[in-house]
């Protein structure tokens, strides 16, 4: 049977989804899917149980437009492993229900399900106990899991105790009040059998015993170096560092990848090793890891590649403690290394504020959160979508700076952080400020929205069709001699302007200003377009000219858009010519 590849976005992504329908009512719900999704197909065989079976083996997802109990009683003999097994579900002869019968978690058929109605205007049905009460399943969480999986996930469905037992602070999801985070051990004391009884949660690379009422995370903690001879086979290298790890009482399902010099990239017998665990192979210049300071340098290897290292150095690069110093097999060196947990940093832009108009990415990145920060009125946005025990850290207008720290400091310190704003957190918001703080010590994840530029300029018409710039008028942060002579300069260059902060109570006159300026540069009729609150429910769109134009119906939620002297106004809408040369 073929091995199928877990799956984070089953409709997007690159994996392969086969479709199965018996009638001409399925088959039309299947091409919908096959038109929305370019990796689906519809597989036809001589019969549809035929045809179940080839989706089955050579797809990595299922969808059938067929009876549960059809699909249940063709595929019960092909039933292998969860982990292993393509998602399967199931469509009703109406499309009125997409329900996730196999692979819920592992396989993914939960998410495949909500995409499938989200297709078909139908609506998804997920059984798995920690979906429906908007848990996340310790087999969700992106690690590989061990132990007794199904009985700690009821304890922690049903409230009682459970005990999160790690040797650091791992980026982690939130996780519900009755999970209990113990102090971080440092070296697992707590990892040995459990004398105190109950249910618990190890976060840990070694090898552990393992009751019915434990379950162990494998976190990403170990690189392991290895260096060869050319031609080495991938059978003596997997062999001798599954040995190292097992001496060192190591799980290779920690390993995070493989590491080597530059020149051992296209060293098959590597290769195929990382390929058989299940990770990358990264590799370093030599220069680089002869910078690397190991217990065991060696000249020979020096004079062979340019190093005094590879497999220490290349594990140690970045960073680490080594745990499994270099040991050599007839044609292959291994070392390990632990590395120290990297916080995660999320920088979410929610968009302009319609819940409709925010990413899939975004959700998904609230929702891996343990730790949500951001201005009061925008987490205000976003509560439903947090998982319980979440940590939330909201603050009022004007801690900018404050909140970036915060988000730091708690990616830092290991956690998995969502930092948010309104619109792009890229544009005039939380990202360049958190920037500035973050260090190498945590990875960043930048998650784009929909700027108010963007929603304001859907609403005016096309008016950023051609050439165009963003202009922020707020002095609080730049000189207003600067502003100005950046305005200027927009207003000479004939670009369309977005004016972002365009006029507040403390700042009445600017904008009448601005709009001066630009008045020298273009015609009186230019349009001039304001949008207050776009995509929320006040929302206000005021068209004019720039010889009309009143700059009092403008306040601090408002954004404020100049067409360039080729912009036109076509039907009440704002419109700026991609060719710059007007037709009509």
């Known amino acids: 049977m073929a091995a199928h590849r877990h799956r984070d976005t089953p409709g997007t992504g690159p994996h392969r989804i086969g479709l199965v329908a018996?009638?001409?009512?399925?088959?039309?719900?299947?091409?919908?899917?096959?038109?929305?999704?370019?990796?689906?197909?519809?597989?036809?065989?001589?019969?549809?149980?035929?045809?179940?079976?080839?989706?089955?083996?050579?797809?990595?997802?299922?969808?059938?437009?067929?009876?549960?109990?059809?699909?249940?009683?063709?595929?019960a003999p092909l039933l292998g492993d969860k982990r292993t097994d393509p998602a399967v579900v199931v469509v009703d002869e109406t499309a009125r229900h997409a329900v996730a019968l196999l692979g819920g978690h592992a396989g993914g058929a939960n998410a495949l399900a909500v995409e499938v109605a989200a297709v078909l205007d139908a609506r998804p049905v997920v059984t798995t106990a920690t979906d429906a009460v908007d848990l996340p399943g310790l087999d969700t969480l992106g690690w590989p899991v061990e132990g007794a999986v199904a009985a700690v996930s009821r304890a922690i469905l049903d409230g009682e105790p459970v005990r999160l037992v790690t040797d650091a602070v791992w980026p982690l999801p939130a996780l519900p009040p009755n999970v209990h985070r113990e102090p971080p051990t440092g070296e697992h004391r707590a990892v040995g059998p459990d004398l105190e009884g109950g249910y618990r949660v190890l976060v840990t690379d070694r090898v552990v015993p393992v009751d019915?009422?434990?379950?162990?995370?494998?976190?990403?903690?170990?690189?392991?170096?290895?260096?060869?001879?050319?031609?080495?086979?991938?059978?003596?290298?997997?062999?001798?560092?599954?040995?190292?790890?097992?001496?060192?009482?190591?799980?290779?399902?920690?390993?995070?990848?493989?590491?080597?010099?530059?020149?051992?990239?296209?060293?098959?017998?590597?290769?195929?090793?990382?390929?058989?665990?299940?990770?990358?192979?990264?590799?370093?210049?030599?220069?680089?890891?002869?910078?690397?300071?190991?217990?065991?340098?060696s000249e020979v290897v020096r004079a062979a590649v340019g190093t005094p290292s590879v497999a220490e150095a290349a594990a140690l690069r970045g960073g680490g403690t080594l745990l499994v110093p270099k040991t050599a097999s007839a044609m292959a060196t291994v070392a390990v290394a632990r590395h120290a947990p990297r916080g995660r940093l999320a920088i979410v832009g929610l968009g302009p504020g319609a819940a409709d108009l925010r990413t899939p990415r975004a959700v998904a990145e609230l929702r891996r959160a343990a730790v949500v920060v951001g201005l009061d009125q925008y987490v205000d946005q976003v509560r439903d979508l947090l998982r319980p025990g979440t940590r939330v850290l909201a603050s009022g207008l004007g801690a900018e700076e404050e909140r970036a720290r915060s988000a730091v400091v708690e990616a830092t310190a290991g956690q998995a952080v969502a930092l948010?704003?309104?619109?792009?957190a890229g544009v005039y918001a939380m990202a360049s400020p958190a920037l500035e703080y973050a260090d190498e010590r945590i990875d960043v994840v930048g998650v784009p929205g929909v700027t108010a530029a963007l929603a304001a300029a859907a609403l005016l018409g096309a008016p950023i069709g051609h050439d165009h710039v963003y202009l922020s008028l707020s002095d609080l942060h730049t000189p207003?001699?600067?502003?100005?002579?950046?305005?200027?300069?927009?207003?000479?260059?004939?670009?369309?302007?977005?004016?972002?902060?365009?006029?507040?109570?403390?700042?009445?006159?600017?904008?009448?200003?601005?709009?001066?300026?630009?008045?020298?540069?273009?015609?009186?009729?230019?349009?001039?377009?304001?949008?207050?609150?776009?995509?929320?429910?006040?929302?206000?769109?005021?068209?004019?000219?720039?010889?009309?134009?009143?700059?009092?119906?403008?306040?601090?939620?408002?954004?404020?858009?100049?067409?360039?002297?080729?912009?036109?106004?076509?039907?009440?809408?704002?419109?700026?010519?991609?060719?710059?040369?007007?037709?009509?």
């Open 480 to 584: 207003w001699a600067v502003i100005e002579r950046r305005v200027a300069a927009a207003a000479e260059a004939d670009l369309v302007a977005l004016l972002y902060n365009p006029r507040s109570r403390a700042r009445d006159w600017q904008l009448g200003a601005v709009l001066a300026t630009f008045a020298a540069h273009r015609p009186p009729q230019t349009p001039v377009g304001v949008v207050r609150n776009a995509s929320r429910p006040d929302e206000r769109v005021h068209l004019a000219t720039l010889a009309t134009f009143d700059p009092s119906v403008v306040d601090m939620y408002g954004l404020v858009v100049v067409g360039s002297s080729q912009t036109r106004l076509v039907g009440g809408r704002m419109v700026t010519p991609r060719g710059y040369r007007w037709r009509g």
């Open 420 to 424: 948010v704003g309104s619109g792009d």
């Open 212 to 297: 019915d009422r434990t379950v162990v995370l494998r976190p990403p903690s170990l690189v392991a170096g290895v260096g060869s001879s050319r031609g080495v086979p991938a059978a003596e290298v997997e062999a001798l560092l599954r040995r190292a790890l097992a001496d060192a009482g190591l799980s290779p399902a920690s390993l995070s990848c493989l590491a080597s010099v530059d020149v051992k990239a296209d060293e098959e017998g590597i290769r195929a090793t990382a390929d058989a665990l299940g990770v990358p192979l990264r590799t370093w210049p030599a220069a680089e890891l002869a910078t690397v300071d190991v217990p065991h340098p």
């Open 22 to 75: 018996a009638t001409a009512a399925g088959r039309r719900h299947a091409r919908t899917l096959a038109a929305a999704w370019p990796h689906a197909r519809l597989v036809e065989a001589d019969g549809v149980a035929d045809a179940l079976r080839t989706a089955w083996t050579e797809y990595d997802a299922v969808v059938a437009f067929l009876a549960t109990g059809a699909v249940v009683r063709v595929l």
